[in-house]
């Protein structure tokens, strides 16, 4: 069981509108990671969070943002829906220890999002 | 941006077989992880690579980091049914991301 727990599992929205989706870290990690997966694809680097702030962003446009909170967890926010915004939103947790990054990153089960 | 090729893309194997999937990538990485998804959960990860010719095994899994430091490859001996699912390579530099493939599908024939 790798400890990194998301909510909702599912959700459905309509274009247009903001959704925010919750992320839990594993016990012991500081830094949280989101990736978004499209059906039949891989997923793909979207943000990560380390000490309350984004610490690296992918090619995502800026209305996809996020918090970490001093618990760790973290939330992912996406403004003005698209329906291309429909695939399944993982979270990651890992530690960071400074001169390098812990890589063993353990995902979340993830939130299917369907925007209609 | 990084790229990376993972072949093949769909496989059928028999239970008992032993099968290999591998992971190419136009850009260097200084570590390679496996992971596997199974149907409606996250990623789980299987194996994970930190230097350049490294051969790691977990259970019946083996995997190496190719002395280029551009590919990857996992091996999977004696398949059995629960090794259905989807099998991601993701490469890693020295930044905060994973870059993942595009997954090999794999379903067992009983």
């Known amino acids: 069981e790798t400890g990194v727990t998301q909510s909702p599992t599912h959700l459905i929205k309509t274009r247009g509108q903001q959704v925010t989706l919750r992320c839990s870290s594993q016990?012991?990690?500081?830094?949280v990671s989101w990736y978004q997966q499209a059906l039949g694809q891989g997923p793909q680097f979207i943000f990560q969070y380390y000490r309350e702030e984004e610490n690296g962003r992918g090619n995502f446009p800026p209305r996809f943002s996020g918090l970490q909170f001093p618990n760790y967890s973290s939330e992912l926010n996406v403004n003005a829906l698209e329906l291309d915004d429909s695939a399944l939103y993982l979270c990651?947790?890992?530690?960071?220890?400074?001169?390098?990054?812990?890589?063993?990153?353990?995902f979340g089960q993830g939130t299917r999002l369907t925007v209609v | 941006g990084q790229q990376l090729n993972q072949s093949p893309q769909s496989m059928f194997i028999q239970e008992g077989e032993d099968v290999s999937m591998n992971c190419t990538s136009s850009?260097?990485?200084?570590?390679w992880l496996w992971y596997k998804q199974d149907p409606g959960e996250g990623p789980v990860l299987l194996i994970a690579l930190y230097k350049a010719g490294e051969l790691t095994s977990n259970g019946r899994l083996t995997a190496q980091f190719g002395i280029t430091r551009k590919d990857s490859f996992l091996n999977i001996s004696a398949s059995i049914p629960s090794d259905v699912g989807i099998y991601f390579c993701a490469g890693q530099l020295s930044d905060y991301k994973l870059s993942f493939g595009a997954g090999t599908t794999v379903t067992v024939r009983a």
């Open positions: 850009s260097i990485f200084n570590t």
């Open positions: 990651a947790s890992s530690f960071f220890r400074g001169a390098q990054m812990n890589t063993e990153a353990f």
């Open positions: 016990s012991g990690h500081n830094t």
